[in-house]
């Protein structure tokens, strides 16, 4: 299946801004972007198809899942 990963501010540093990539049925987030190598729990910010999902959320057929970092200020 494909899904199409979208990262978001210093994500995209070494790494792309947008790409499609292919998944076996069944793969969770985590599986997904396990080669983009963040820091455990994970990205900041993590939106499939817009909306919030946890690491384990199992990813569906043209899914767009969005990284952002997490966002702090005073």
Same mark, same amino acid.
């Given at each position: 299946?494909?899904?199409?990963?979208?990262?978001?501010?210093?994500?995209?540093?070494?790494?792309?801004?947008? !790409?499609?990539?292919?998944?076996?049925?069944?793969?969770?987030?985590?599986?997904? %972007? *396990?080669? &983009?190598?963040?820091?455990?729990? @994970?990205?900041?910010?993590?939106?499939?198809?817009? !909306?919030?999902?946890?690491?384990?959320?199992?990813?569906?057929?043209?899914?767009? %899942? *969005?990284? &952002?970092?997490?966002?702090?200020? @005073?």
């Amino acid at each position: 299946m494909k899904v199409t990963i979208k990262l978001f501010a210093h994500y995209r540093i070494g790494r792309f801004k947008v !790409a499609v990539r292919e998944y076996a049925p069944g793969t969770s987030v985590r599986a997904g %972007i *396990a080669d &983009l190598r963040f820091n455990e729990p @994970g990205p900041g910010v993590i939106l499939v198809n817009g !909306a919030p999902v946890p690491l384990d959320h199992v990813l569906q057929e043209g899914d767009t %899942i *969005a990284l &952002l970092p997490q966002i702090s200020g @005073g």
